[in-house]
């Protein structure tokens, strides 16, 4: 059983930046393309970036390009979302999710929750103004 944890969540003032990680447990985190989600209180939750295996490649929401890095540490089984330029429109709980391996890889996105087959029980990251 595979399980993910998120941590660095927490409350922070609009321009500033917060660091989240997500750890895993199992060998076999280095094989899996990994997520990030977030859900604000009474929206739908929504992709805000994705990583590859190697982290070779990344890819981001609209909503955060430029301002959020995700990468991670395979050695470390952990995924990492680095958080700048915050805003109240990124207040949400954070969630971190594995990619499932039957989802497909043709381009189409990585944003579809269906496809990601563990979850985190998430983070709640809330920025004042």
């Known amino acids: 059983q595979v399980q993910l944890v998120e941590s660095g969540g927490g409350e922070v003032q609009a321009g500033g930046s917060l660091r989240l990680s997500c750890a895993a447990s199992?060998?076999?985190?280095?094989?899996?393309?990994m997520g990030w989600f977030r859900q604000a209180a009474g929206k739908e939750r929504e992709f805000v970036a994705g990583?590859?295996?190697?982290?070779?490649?990344?890819y981001y929401a609209d909503s955060v390009k430029g301002r959020f890095t995700i990468s991670r540490d395979n050695a470390k089984n952990t995924v990492y979302l680095q958080m700048g330029s915050l805003n109240a429109e990124d207040t949400a709980v954070y969630y971190c999710?594995?990619?499932?391996?039957?989802?497909?890889?043709?381009?189409?996105?990585?944003?579809?929750?269906?496809?990601?087959?563990?979850w985190g029980q998430g983070t709640q990251v809330t920025v004042s103004s």
């Open positions: 999710a594995r990619r499932s391996r039957s989802a497909p890889y043709d381009g189409s996105g990585y944003g579809r929750r269906a496809e990601y087959d563990y």
């Open positions: 199992g060998r076999t985190f280095s094989t899996y393309f």
């Open positions: 990583i590859n295996w190697s982290g070779s490649s990344t």
